[in-house]
């Protein structure tokens, strides 16, 4: 070996690492400076998505109300399962989220619990809508009991976790 291949050969490992660790050090820049803006549209996006899924569940609690209204059980039965499955989507797009902030994990928490109640009450409401179908008016009486609670307590969540994200 000369000289100058001996130099040459030295440099060739600072070459092949220099692009990587401008890109590196260039990446670590952008993601410092691009972390605030993530942090605080993440709670942004989770209040998105929470009055996305909520105004879908409303939409479709109306639809079943018409359909009690109506005396029509089957199609109760049906929007109800279509409720519980929404409900049950609902939960999982909400618990994907990333809360930035304290009162944002709580409020993705209370959420994530007010629609696991509403999947509840589709189920109960579909049970209803079954046990009418059958002629058990008191089993179907004591189901819409059980619906009514965990409405309510479903409701109450919903709405303590969108005023955490006010």
């Not at 696991?116 to 179907?140: E, F, K, M, P, S």
Request: aromatic share 4%.
């Amino acid at each position: 070996m000369t000289a100058a291949t001996k130099s040459s050969l030295s440099l060739m490992p600072r070459r092949r690492w220099a692009p990587l660790t401008a890109v590196l050090v260039g990446s670590a820049f952008v993601l410092v400076l691009a972390l605030p803006a993530v942090s605080s549209a993440s709670n942004a996006s989770l209040k998105r998505t929470l009055t996305t899924w909520s105004s879908r569940i409303a939409a479709d609690a109306r639809g079943i109300g018409l359909s009690a209204a109506n005396r029509h059980p089957r199609r109760m039965m049906l929007r109800a399962n279509h409720f519980r499955q929404d409900a049950l989507s609902a939960r999982r797009a909400v618990a994907a989220q990333h809360a930035s902030t304290a009162r944002g994990r709580r409020a993705q928490a209370l959420a994530v619990a007010a629609f696991r109640d509403y999947a509840i009450v589709g189920r109960q409401w579909a049970l209803t809508g079954q046990a009418r179908l059958n002629h058990r008016r008191a089993l179907a009486t004591r189901h819409a009991v059980i619906a009514k609670r965990y409405t309510a307590k479903g409701n109450r969540l919903l709405v303590a976790a969108g005023r955490l994200l006010r």
